[in-house]
């Protein structure tokens, strides 16, 4: 965030921290960073995609099945998306995502 430009949120390395990061958006774009709750704390990780019914997210992060990879998720099980405050709401739509892809699963 930093060498972009951006302020990262106090205690970054709490994922479910970034629920104060920038501005929130009910749907996501290419880039945005998505939060949900799990058990023990949260997870984040950044928006790479949807899926043709748009009812998966593709999300990149770390940790994910212990690894850093890109993984599927359920639209329905992120809580939150945040943007930074200087991105335009016309940003675009969100593209399919059509690579390979693993089922999320650890972090779930």
């Known amino acids: ?3 972009n430009g951006h302020t990262p949120v106090k205690n970054s390395f709490r994922a479910k921290s970034w629920k104060d990061f920038g501005k929130t958006i009910k749907d996501p774009v290419f880039g945005a ?10 997870h984040v990780g950044f928006v790479v995609g949807k899926s043709a019914s748009g009812k998966e ?12 990879s890109i993984a599927e998720y359920p639209r329905n099980v992120w809580e939150t998306f945040v943007v930074p405050k ?8 969100l593209p399919v995502y059509t690579a390979p892809a693993e089922k999320a699963d650890s972090e779930a």
């Open 33 to 42: 960073i998505a939060i949900k709750s799990r058990k023990g704390g949260g």
């Open 86 to 93: 200087t991105l335009d709401k016309n940003f675009g739509r």
């Open 57 to 68: 997210l593709f999300i990149l992060g770390g940790n994910q099945g212990d690894k850093v």
């Open 1 to 3: 965030m930093k060498e």
